[in-house]
């Protein structure tokens, strides 16, 4: 276990693309159409970690979700970011908003000359970003608290009597249906700060799809996006980040009904994160990282041709008792709590859209129900079980920091 200080270096840069790389306007029969503005750019937000030996970086993104098709083979892509930090050290998540490119290989875009001129210029400006990052590393403290945010999320998934629909099928939401659950409506938020007292960074980790804009014809990072705009009003904490949970099967009370909402919901979390009461310290003395993969079944049905969009990519982060664990696709929101409350640490955050994409990762109740989330289709193609596979891959993962 390494003694030394913890070095944290944070850097931002702006990955928005042409209007042509358009967006998603159907996952089921893969359409896409082209921006017509630009509402919120588009950011890659990068966190560089070092301990002795051990660096990481965390890099994340305002888009959609990237897999293994739409970058054209995950390693490759990975390996071309950074040579100052290995592939398998550099952590990929995304915000999911949905008001950015249809990047995860639903429809033709990522055969495009435009999408791929686009994504040489995402990978090159991340690497940039890892380069300012480790260059402003310093000695730092840690803190991290928790606090609630109510009204702005539910569990998405209600029972009828033909099956499964969504909530913003049923509007108004009724209070029964805010209190269904499960769903967790915690923000946990970390602060670095350097020795001097100036802020580095700050990560919000939040639940809930960022779809108060989807399928609207303008770039925005939605909620997320907001949300930093916000705290960047104030420099004391640093640069802004904000990590999606498993969101899978949470949604807010309404979808598509414009920046408006956005806003609020944004503004509303950057309130919380500038919360500093009940706050923890971490021991950043103590810092590990660990990585693993798992190739995963397919549903035939599904037609997923390529394998390597089912490869399953985790990471785990450690910083003294809190665990941070990265889980690639869209898990529903149980899996995490089921994670959480197994762990071996006193805290730990679980974060999903984790690397490559590799679809919903529904529970094995939800594949009885039916619904959207269970497909089968590009953005459903895992074969049941699944769920505890990703389970039991992410407490080994846990498991091997201590």
Aim: proline fraction near 5%; glycine fraction near 10%.
């Amino acid at each position: 276990m390494h003694s030394t200080p913890l070095k944290a270096g944070a850097s931002v840069v702006d990955i928005t693309p042409p209007l042509e790389v358009g967006l998603l306007t159907s996952s089921v029969r893969g359409e896409y159409g082209a921006f017509e503005s630009v509402r919120l750019p588009l950011k890659a937000r990068v966190l560089v970690l070092r301990s002795g030996h051990e660096m990481a970086a965390l890099v994340s993104m305002d888009l959609l979700a990237l897999n293994d098709t739409s970058v054209g083979g995950w390693q490759d892509f990975k390996e071309g970011m950074s040579d100052v930090i290995a592939a398998e050290r550099i952590v990929i998540t995304c915000t999911h908003t949905h008001n950015a490119p249809e990047s995860v290989g639903l429809s033709g875009l990522y055969l495009t000359e435009a999408y791929q001129a686009w994504l040489i210029r995402v990978q090159r400006a991340i690497g940039e970003g890892i380069r300012r990052a480790v260059a402003g590393l310093r000695p730092c403290s840690v803190t991290f608290g928790t606090a609630l945010l109510n009204g702005y999320s539910l569990q998405r998934r209600i029972p009828v009597a033909n099956g499964i629909i969504m909530s913003d099928a049923v509007q108004p939401i009724s209070e029964e249906l805010m209190n269904r659950g499960p769903v967790d409506r915690r923000v946990r938020t970390i602060r670095l700060t350097a020795l001097s007292g100036e802020g580095i960074a700050t990560l919000v980790h939040a639940i809930c799809h960022p779809v108060h804009e989807m399928c609207l014809p303008h770039i925005s990072a939605d909620f997320p996006g907001e949300m930093c705009l916000e705290m960047e009003r104030s420099a004391e904490g640093g640069i802004p980040f904000f990590l999606n949970g498993a969101a899978g099967d949470t949604n807010p009370p309404t979808v598509s009904l414009g920046p408006g909402y956005a806003r609020r919901h944004g503004r509303a979390l950057a309130r919380i994160a500038g919360r500093r009461d009940g706050e923890e310290a971490a021991d950043t003395a103590v810092f590990k990282a660990s990585y693993r993969e798992v190739q995963l079944s397919v549903r035939p049905e599904a037609n997923v041709l390529n394998m390597g969009d089912a490869l399953a990519r985790f990471t785990a982060l450690r910083i003294g008792t809190l665990a941070i664990l990265f889980l690639p696709g869209e898990p529903f929101v149980e899996i995490a709590l089921a994670i959480e409350r197994s762990s071996p640490f006193e805290h730990t955050i679980v974060a999903g859209f984790g690397e490559n994409n590799i679809g919903y990762i529904p529970t094995d109740a939800a594949f009885a129900q039916g619904g959207y989330e269970v497909g089968p289709g590009k953005w459903s193609f895992l074969q049941r079980g699944a769920d505890e596979v990703i389970y039991r891959t992410g407490l080994k993962l846990l498991e091997e920091l201590i």
